[in-house]
C-alpha cells in the first residue's frame, strides 16, 4: 500500500512537471493559410531560381488534396495541368499569388 502512495505521488509530480513545463513553453503559432480562393488555399509561395516569370507554390483543397504546382505569371499557366485540386480555383490562387508577388 505505501509502495502504490509512493507510486501515484511520484506520478502526480511528473504530472504536474510536465503541465509546468508545457506552460512555460512558447508554442509555435498556427499559421493561418496563405491566399484562398473558394474552397482552395495555396501558401509556401517563392520564386522559381531559374526562371523569375514562375512562381512556385502548395495548394491544398477543403477535401484533403494537395500539390505543389508552377505558374507562369505571364501567360497564367499551371504545371502540371491536372491533378486532385480543382484546376479553376487553383488558377484563380495562383493569379493571385502572381499579382501580389
Known amino acids: 500500500m505505501k509502495r ?8 502526480a509530480l511528473v504530472l504536474q512537471l510536465a503541465l509546468v513545463l508545457q506552460l512555460a513553453l512558447p508554442r509555435a503559432a ?3 493559410p496563405g491566399l484562398c480562393v473558394g474552397p482552395v488555399c495555396g501558401d509556401e509561395i517563392t520564386h ?5 516569370f514562375q512562381l512556385r507554390l502548395k495548394v491544398t483543397d ?3 488534396h494537395r500539390e505543389r504546382l508552377t505558374v507562369d505569371c505571364r501567360d497564367g499557366q499551371l504545371s ?4 486532385p485540386v480543382e484546376r479553376g480555383h487553383a488558377i484563380a490562387v495562383a493569379r493571385r499569388a502572381c499579382r501580389l508577388a
Do not use: K
Open 80 to 83: 502540371p495541368a491536372t491533378g
Open 48 to 52: 522559381s531560381r531559374q526562371h523569375p
Open 62 to 64: 477543403q477535401q484533403g
Open 4 to 11: 502504490l502512495c509512493t507510486l501515484l505521488a511520484l506520478l
Open 30 to 32: 498556427e499559421a493561418a
